[in-house]
Nanobody, 125 residues
């Protein structure tokens, strides 16, 4: 599956932003999907995930209650709604997907073989 992320931009602290990730392929509804982010000099860190088609949701503590991951299988699209953004949320955001992600790897970059190209989110204070 190929992934195309979009929706990044420059916003102020407290603002909201919605990211989208469109996938190719007819079996996308069976995939686990996730968002990760990366800041300069750091490894990609987990943000949010939806495990397989069952819809079990997982969030990093740093974004819980502010970010929401969702999907529209009819549109082959995964979303990340980001509210109450903080300057520390500034990063390149990547979407990821995999059909074989196991539950213990849902928060791990190694749990996903398919990645989008990344979209920059910048939050000014």
């Amino acid at each position: 599956v190929q992934l195309q992320a979009s929706g990044g931009g420059l916003v102020q602290a407290g603002d909201s932003l919605s990211l989208s990730c469109v996938a190719s392929g007819s079996t996308f509804r069976s995939y686990s999907v996730a968002w990760f982010r990366r800041t300069p000099g750091k490894e990609r860190e987990f943000v949010a995930a939806m495990w397989r088609s069952q819809g079990r949701l997982y969030y990093a503590d740093s974004v819980k209650d502010r970010f929401t991951i969702s999907r529209d299988n009819a549109k082959n699209t995964v979303y990340l709604q980001m509210n109450s953004l903080k300057p520390e949320d500034t990063a390149i955001y990547f979407c990821a997907a995999d059909m074989h992600t196991i539950l213990s790897s849902v928060r791990d970059v190694r749990g996903y073989d398919n990645w989008g190209q990344g979209t920059q989110v910048t939050v000014s204070s």
